[in-house]
């Protein structure tokens, strides 16, 4: 084959569903040592919806401060 470290490299990609929209989302074996090397969960959400949360959350607290 021309690319014989294809097999090996996939392997080493999760499957994973998105808790909000069940898409599926792959993580890689240097993502998932990179959250476990920091004492992270695996995250639950895509990269879209994990986008989408941040900014929901920065807009929250944008607003929140407006009020104190």
């Given at each position: 084959t021309l690319f014989p470290y294809t097999t090996l490299f996939r392997s080493q990609i999760e499957k994973h569903?998105?808790?909000d929209c069940n898409a599926e989302f792959e993580i890689t074996e240097l993502e998932k040592?990179?959250?476990e090397?920091?004492?992270f969960q695996l995250p639950?959400?895509?990269k879209k919806c994990r986008d989408f949360?941040?900014?929901?959350n920065n807009i929250s607290s944008v607003d929140e401060e407006e009020f104190d």
């Open positions: 569903i998105c808790v040592e990179y959250y090397q920091r004492g639950k959400r895509c949360k941040k900014q929901r």
